[in-house]
């Protein structure tokens, strides 16, 4: 008999189609906050005129704007946030850009709650005394404006390099899924292709690693096989024409539903627990990690989930064909990279990449047991 549990997340909403800077405004009235401090890519802050925009949607409401956060969001870069934030007498975080800026804010609530404004006091923050504090909300939630596919708004984890050690670590609590997300098609357009393309497949990686989990749900699969209907025309259509907007909120549907099994606790497997060792230790974007790893997950796990496999190519619109294929073909279509070598990751590094793997927990819940490095590096050579 089908068992388990879904706990939705501690959020109030997702605003799409309308646009942020009207949006924006309403949430920040809505929940009453008087000093909004917003986080912002600085590559969008570059880009177009976004004061303006604040302006319009915080105006004295806005207690400040931070750019700075580097990819992964390294913890000097969230501190630094933090401080800013707490300097500023915030009462309301606004997280505009992509995973790292997103990621970034929901940690830097946790700063702004434990008092820590300084990296080397982020292992606090983590581990046993986080558990334990948990329970307590946080009085200093986020706001999120995506401009990526990466669904780090979704979620109540966030990642965070510790660049001393040179690895990425996980951050979770309740009331680190964003408040509310804002989703609007309009910002996206000044995100740069590749990286709107990548991010895509990073969520089309949320979704086929769910229906493909060894704790899949009722409720993501039916969200992770729309979202891969959604996402494999949508991307396809942007690629074509970047300024399709209806296509670029399809693919921002496609990315919140792809993140349904992540909230509910469906468990991911090694094409993620990979992914986030190239991610911190080797420098790749999440979103071509993603593009590098799935297809190969996917056939070094099919001896093991082949049915599930098959809801993934009916998903994608070819029941008969490899599921592992039809990925392939879509980040080809896409012309991302495809290959560790097309990404710069040195072959000398295969091996530190397949031991630190052993240490995220994604790997114990691969689908096929990953027994110890030399099976994530057999899954390495593959993506070679």
């Known amino acids: 008999m089908l068992t388990g549990t879904y706990r939705y997340p501690r959020a109030d909403g997702i605003v799409f189609g309308t646009p942020w800077e009207e949006a924006l405004r309403a949430e920040v009235e809505r929940i009453g906050a008087h000093k909004a401090f917003v986080i912002v890519s600085g590559s969008l802050r570059d880009a177009m005129p976004l004061e303006a925009g604040l302006n319009a949607a915080l105006g004295d409401r806005c207690a400040g704007i931070f750019h700075g956060i580097r990819a992964h969001s390294p913890r000097d870069d969230v501190a630094r946030a933090a401080v800013a934030a707490r300097d500023a007498g915030a009462d309301l975080l606004v997280a505009i850009g992509g995973g790292s800026v997103i990621d970034a804010a929901k940690v830097a609530q946790l700063c702004l709650d434990r008092e820590v404004f300084a990296a080397s006091g982020f292992d606090a923050l983590r581990g046993r005394r986080a558990a334990a504090a948990a329970t307590r909300p946080l009085a200093i939630r986020v706001v999120a404006v995506p401009t990526t596919l990466s669904g780090a708004e979704f979620t109540a984890l966030a990642g965070v390099s510790d660049l001393a050690r040179n690895v990425k670590e996980g951050y979770t609590h309740p009331d680190l899924a964003p408040r509310a997300v804002i989703l609007d098609p309009r910002i996206t357009v000044h995100t740069p292709a590749e990286l709107w393309l990548s991010t895509g497949i990073r969520a089309v990686d949320h979704a086929v690693e769910d229906l493909c989990s ?118 080809a279509d896409l012309g991302l990279p495809h290959t560790l070598r097309a990404v710069k990751v040195p072959r000398k590094q295969l091996r530190e990449i397949a031991e630190l793997t052993m240490h995220d927990p994604w790997t114990a819940t691969n689908p096929r047991k990953v027994a110890g490095p030399d099976d994530v590096l057999q899954i390495l050579e593959m993506a070679w």
């Open 214 to 331: 060894i704790n899949s749900q009722p409720l993501a699969d039916a969200a992770s096989i729309h979202a891969l209907k959604l996402l494999s025309a949508a991307l396809r259509r942007t690629k074509k024409k970047s300024g399709d907007l209806d296509a670029r909120l399809d693919s921002m549907i496609g990315a919140w539903l792809s993140l349904i099994g992540t909230q509910g606790g469906v468990q991911k497997g090694a094409s993620h627990a990979i992914g986030h060792v190239l991610g911190g230790s080797a420098g790749v974007p999440h979103g071509l990690t993603s593009c590098v790893m799935l297809p190969h997950v996917l056939r070094w796990n099919k001896s093991v989930n082949a049915e599930r496999q098959k809801l993934v190519s009916a998903a994608l619109g070819e029941p008969g064909a490899e599921a592992a294929d039809l990925v392939a073909r879509l980040i």
